[in-house]
C-alpha cells in the first residue's frame, strides 16, 4: 500500500489519459460507420482490451478518410 501511496502522483495522470483516449476512440467509432480496415467490432476490442495503445492505434490506422 505504500507503493500505491507513493506513485499515486504519478500513476493519477496516465489514468486519466488512458481513460480519456479510451472515450475519445469509442465515441468516434460509434459515431462513423467506415474505416480504413476492420469492423465496428473489431476496433472496439482494440481500443478496450489493449487500453493505453489501442485508442492510439485506432487514430493511426483504423479511423477513415471521411473524417
Known sequence: MDVLREYWLFLLPLIIAQFALMITALVHIF???TYRFGSRAMWIA???LFQMIGPIVYFVFGRG???
Do not use: L, M, S, T
Open 31 to 33: 459515431k462513423h460507420p
Open 46 to 48: 482494440i481500443v478496450v
Open 65 to 67: 478518410e471521411d473524417d
